[in-house]
C-alpha cells in the first residue's frame, strides 16, 4: 500500500531534475519502499506541482536508472531504493583525498586476485604498459601521463577478473581524471616513481597476493598522507 508523502511543489529551474529528485529522496528515505507502487501519474504530478509531462519524463529517467519499474496496466513500482546514477556522482564529487583512499581499497584487492590467477601474457601487458607510464617527466604534458597511469592501473584491475570491481574502477578513474590533472599540476605531491610500480608487477608475476596488495598501498600510501596534511 502507498503511504502518503509530502512534496514540496519543483522549482521552475530544472523542472525534471527537481521532479527526479523529490521521487528519489522519498524512495530514499523509505516513504516508498521496495516492491511498493508509487502514486499514480496524475496524483504524483499533482503532488510534485508539475505537468503529466514532466512526471512522466521523471518517471522514464528513473526507469531507465532501473529505480522504477514501470508495469503496464498496473502502474509504476519502486525497484531499488538507490539510485546508482546519483550515487556515483556523489563518489565523483567527494575529496581527492577519499578518491586516492577508495582507489587504494579497490587496487590493493584487484592486484591480490591478479597475483592469483594471472596469465603469462598478463604479465607482459602490465610490464608493457608500465613502460609507457615511465615517470611524469617522461612526458610533455601531465595529462598524457595521467592517461598512461590510468592505462596502467585499468589493467591491473582487468587482470582481477571480477566484473564488477572492473567496471566500478573503470568508472571511478574517468571520474577522477580532470581532478588528478590539476592537481598534480598545481600542488607539490609525491609522485610515486615507477620502481615503486615494478613491485607491483613483480609480486603478481611471483604469484604473491599479500605483497601485492602491500606494494599497492606502498604506491599510493605516501599520496594519501600528503593530501591529509592538505585537508
Known amino acids: 500500500m502507498t503511504r502518503n508523502a509530502t512534496l514540496t511543489q519543483a522549482p521552475r529551474r530544472s523542472l525534471v531534475d527537481s521532479a527526479i529528485e523529490q521521487i528519489r529522496t522519498q524512495i530514499e528515505s523509505g516513504v516508498w519502499r521496495v516492491g511498493e507502487r508509487i502514486p499514480k ?86 610490464r608493457r604498459l608500465l613502460k609507457v607510464r615511465g615517470n611524469q617527466e617522461d612526458h610533455s604534458r601531465v595529462e598524457k601521463f595521467v592517461d598512461a597511469d590510468i592505462a596502467f592501473h585499468s589493467a591491473l584491475a582487468s587482470v582481477s577478473g571480477n566484473t564488477a570491481l572492473i567496471e566500478l574502477y573503470r568508472y571511478f578513474s574517468q571520474a577522477i581524471r ?6 598534480l599540476d598545481e600542488l607539490d605531491l609525491p609522485e610515486p616513481a615507477l620502481e615503486a610500480h615494478e613491485a607491483i608487477v613483480d609480486a603478481i608475476e611471483r604469484r604473491d597476493p599479500e605483497g601485492a596488495a602491500l606494494a599497492v598501498r606502498e604506491v599510493v600510501g605516501p599520496l594519501i598522507e600528503a593530501l591529509a596534511d592538505r585537508s
Open 178 to 183: 580532470s581532478g588528478v590533472w590539476s592537481v
Open 41 to 126: 501519474e496524475q496524483e504524483l504530478a499533482d503532488l510534485l506541482g508539475v505537468s503529466r509531462n514532466t512526471t512522466r519524463e521523471a518517471i522514464r529517467v528513473l526507469s531507465h536508472a532501473e529505480v522504477l519499474e514501470v508495469r503496464q496496466g498496473d502502474g509504476t513500482y519502486v525497484r531499488l531504493n538507490v539510485d546508482p546514477t546519483e550515487v556515483m556522482r556523489r563518489v565523483s564529487r567527494s575529496s581527492l583525498h577519499d578518491h586516492f583512499e577508495l582507489r587504494a581499497m579497490l587496487e590493493a584487492e584487484a592486484a591480490r586476485r591478479a597475483a592469483s590467477q594471472r596469465s603469462d601474457a598478463d604479465v607482459v601487458k602490465l
